[in-house]
């Protein structure tokens, strides 16, 4: 009976070595190489909040439809500017790159572990936008997450961009009171209507 125990023991430890052997070839790369395994990060949600925020943004914000028909209404901007079919193809272009733009910033920034993004005026300072924020207001990327429409434009004629903060950047041309939160107790901030239109500059 003993033996029979012994017999039984063995066979199990060998089944068990075989299927450890087994996993293990199921592991190499087709070169014999041992597979690498995906990293995990120590936060489940990491992976979500680094996703490309093209999807997000563009729920978001008005489609290209939406913000042409309106513009096609308007024969004026906000501040009396009479907008001709030309500017208005203009503000519709400038619209789809500014978005863009705010993506590709993001998505390049994620790739280099970005945790800070500042808005900034660029070529001029927006008068719309300057009524809600200064440069050097900043968002953290899990903000941006949670709430795509911070992302510029704002408006068609909307002159804010997004930059990474990587650290170290030099701001003291950017804002004089230095980085401060767009964000207070985690309340989303009041942003300017996507309707307020200004004709873009030629200079």
């Known amino acids: ?22 996993l293990n070839r199921g592991q190499l790369t087709n070169d014999g190489e041992p597979a690498r395994q995906p990293t995990m990060h120590a936060s489940g949600i990491y992976s979500i909040i680094r996703s490309s925020p093209r ?9 290209e439809d939406e913000i042409g028909k309106y ?18 193809h203009a503000l519709l272009n400038q619209w789809n790159s500014s978005i863009n ?31 809600y924020f200064t440069k050097g207001k900043f968002v953290t990327r899990e903000e941006i997450f949670l709430n795509p429409c911070i992302l510029p434009p704002f408006h068609p004629g909307c002159t804010c961009k997004i930059q990474p903060h990587h650290g170290k ?11 401060l939160p767009l964000f207070k107790n985690q309340e989303l ?3 300017p209507d996507w309707k307020t239109v200004i004709k873009l500059s030629n200079e």
């Open 1 to 22: 009976m003993a033996l029979a125990l012994i017999s039984a023991i063995l066979l199990i430890l060998l089944v068990l070595i075989a299927v450890r052997f087994g």
């Open 55 to 63: 999807e997000n943004i563009m729920t978001a914000k008005p489609d």
């Open 71 to 88: 513009i096609s209404t308007l024969n004026e901007d906000m501040r009396g500017q009479t907008l001709t079919d030309e500017d208005k």
């Open 169 to 179: 950047e030099n701001l003291r041309e950017t804002t004089e009171l230095g980085m």
């Open 101 to 131: 733009t705010s993506i590709t910033t993001v998505e390049e920034g994620d790739q280099c572990d970005v945790e800070f993004y500042y808005f900034d005026f660029i070529p001029t300072e927006c008068p719309v936008c300057k009524q």
């Open 189 to 191: 901030p009041a942003l």
